[in-house]
């Protein structure tokens, strides 16, 4: 029986780059978030993020480097945290990434922080930086 072991799309205008590779425990989530109705394309990131955390993995590193994005997505993004905290919670070592490049994008990955108590560590990106992550 195949497994599927990674999971990507590209980026657009208004949708972060995503790479979620199971078999290094390593999910990344880039760029811009910015679909006015986001259900469609965070649907099948949670779905696959589920899939590859089934069962939970000794350690993952989660990487958000989202710069900008709207309330809808915020929401999307939350689930995303809160199975991390789950994650956690059943012993799993999670390391989260968070690189920001304006205080918006600063302030969600504390809020994350303080609301989930997941330990996060953080990253101030460059305009340059930026354009190189995405």
Do not use: C, H
Request: net charge negative; hydrophobic share 40%.
């Amino acid at each position: 029986m195949e497994t599927m072991q990674a999971f990507k799309l590209r980026p657009t205008e208004l949708t972060p780059e995503v790479v979620f590779n199971s078999s290094k425990n390593v999910y990344l989530i880039s760029g811009k978030s910015l679909m006015p109705e986001p259900d469609n394309f965070y649907r099948p990131i949670i779905e696959a993020f589920e899939v590859f955390t089934s069962i939970p993995p000794k350690e993952i590193t989660f990487i958000f480097s989202i710069d900008y994005f709207n309330i809808p997505s915020l929401k999307r993004v939350m689930f995303i945290l809160y199975r991390l905290k789950d994650l956690k919670d059943n012993g799993s070592d999670v390391k989260l990434k968070w690189n920001y490049s304006n205080t918006d994008a600063l302030e969600m990955g504390e809020m994350a922080e303080k609301m989930l108590g997941l330990n996060v560590t953080y990253s101030e990106l460059k305009s340059e930086e930026v354009e190189q992550v995405a």
